[in-house]
Each structure stands twice: as structure tokens, then as C-alpha cells.
């Protein structure tokens, strides 16, 4: 073998080297991201492979919330059986719930704001929020579609987040430029 391509060999077996550890400490930096606890490797081993940890710390989901959120991903290709399942919804429920309902909103005319604040941006940024421009009946079915999905908006919260949504991301009118 010529020295040419022994040096080729060996310098594709350390890329090979690098890229393997570099996605080894990925998957390592990722799977730390859960607090610990029964249920978390489980959540690493199921959850984690296919998406970062960030995306489940983010949300704040009720136990209700998190038992349609795994049903979901079983239904997109997640293998968990029954009783991984129950011990995911356990772990996340526990570790990952909406702030509590001590800290209710004070009510007037800042109050939508405030809900938006508390209930809305724990999972979504504004930005995601500020896209949308939908309707006042818009909005209330998206609000609708998120407390199915568990956020902690109750249904007094309701109408003033809709208020605050729709005066604010309503639609633009068609004619906005001069």
C-alpha cells in the first residue's frame, strides 16, 4: 500500500473518529437537559432520539395535556408501550406543569396582557403570536385548540385573552401600504 493512501485511510478514520464523538457528546449534552427522576431515562430513550429535550422543558403542560401530547407522538411513530406510557405522562406531569393557579391574572384592561404573559409565552415566543393575524373568532378557536392541548388558561381568562389577542394580532387591513 503506498504511503499516499495509508494517510488517506488514516485521516478518514479520525474524520469518522470526530464526527462519531461529536455526536455522542450531543446526544449527551441533550439527554442532560431533563431533571432526573423516575421516568427521565425512559424520556431520554423515547422522547429525546428524535428531538432535543428543550422542546419538552418548554412546555407546561396538565397531566390532561401531557397524556394527549404522548399520545400524539405514539400516533407519529413513537414506540412506548402502555405502562411507558403512563410512567412518561407521571414524569412530565410532574416535572413540567403550568405555574399554579395561585397566581391568577388581575382583572381590568391590562388583564389579557397579563394572561398572554403568564399562560401563552411559556411555550411560544411572540413572534410565533405576532404572525398569525387571525380574526376575533380566530383567536378564540386557537385559544380553544390550546387549552385541549393544556395550557392553564381557565374560562374566565378566556375572553380577555382573546380581546387582548385579536386587538393586537388582528388581521392587517388589505390597503396598508402608502
Known amino acids: 500500500m503506498s504511503k499516499r493512501k495509508s494517510n488517506l485511510i488514516k485521516m478518514s478514520l479520525a474524520m469518522m473518529v470526530t464526527v462519531f464523538g ?13 431533571p432526573e427522576g423516575k421516568g427521565a431515562e425512559l424520556a431520554r430513550d423515547k422522547c429525546v432520539i428524535c428531538h432535543e429535550a428543550d422542546v419538552i422543558v418548554a412546555q407546561r403542560l396538565s397531566r390532561q395535556g401531557w397524556t394527549r401530547e404522548i399520545e400524539k407522538m405514539i400516533r407519529w411513530g413513537a414506540v412506548a408501550s402502555d405502562s411507558e406510557k403512563e ?69 374566565a381568562e378566556k375572553g380577555p385573552l382573546v380581546d387582548y389577542l385579536f386587538t393586537n394580532f388582528g388581521p392587517r387591513p388589505l390597503n396598508s401600504h402608502k
Not at 461529536?22 to 431533563?34: E, G, I, K, V
Open 87 to 155: 410512567v412518561l405522562i407521571d414524569y412530565f406531569a410532574a416535572n413540567f406543569k403550568p405555574p399554579s393557579a395561585g397566581s391568577a391574572p388581575a382583572a381590568g384592561a391590562d388583564s389579557g396582557k397579563q394572561i398572554f404573559e403568564e399562560k401563552c409565552l411559556i411555550c411560544h415566543e411572540a413572534d410565533t403570536t405576532r404572525q398569525q393575524r387571525l380574526s376575533r373568532p380566530g383567536w378564540t378557536r386557537e385559544v380553544e385548540k390550546m387549552v385541549r392541548w393544556g395550557a392553564g388558561v381557565t374560562d
Open 22 to 34: 461529536l455526536m455522542n457528546a450531543n446526544t449527551r449534552a441533550a439527554r442532560q437537559d431533563l
